[in-house]
């Protein structure tokens, strides 16, 4: 019964080595795509609403993902919508 404790430690060395890989794999990707990293605002926090304030339309924000998404606030979005955090794409 002396190679059962080494069995059950290469066990769970294995086993170590698997859940490392696996966070050090979520890391890597967090890292590559800062989008995977936070989750996005929910609509209420940034005051959006589906229409422009003045200049300020979704389409025209740096954060803006066509054709109804954006890269910080939760949900479809308006290209005509607005939000408080707008910034002018300048591209």
């Known amino acids: 019964m002396s190679g059962e404790p080494e069995h ?3 066990r769970l060395s294995r086993r170590s080595l698997l859940c490392s890989a ?4 979520t890391v890597i990707a ?4 800062p989008a995977l990293a936070q989750p996005k605002i929910s609509k209420v926090a940034v005051n959006y609403q589906d229409h422009p304030d003045g200049d300020k339309r979704c ?3 740096i954060q803006f993902q066509p054709p109804d998404a954006c890269k910080i606030v939760d949900g479809s979005i308006s290209p005509q919508g607005s939000c408080r955090i707008f910034m002018l794409n300048h591209g």
């Open 8 to 10: 059950d430690s290469a």
């Open 30 to 33: 967090a890292t590559l795509n």
């Open 22 to 25: 696996v966070g050090g794999t």
């Open 59 to 61: 389409d025209k924000c």
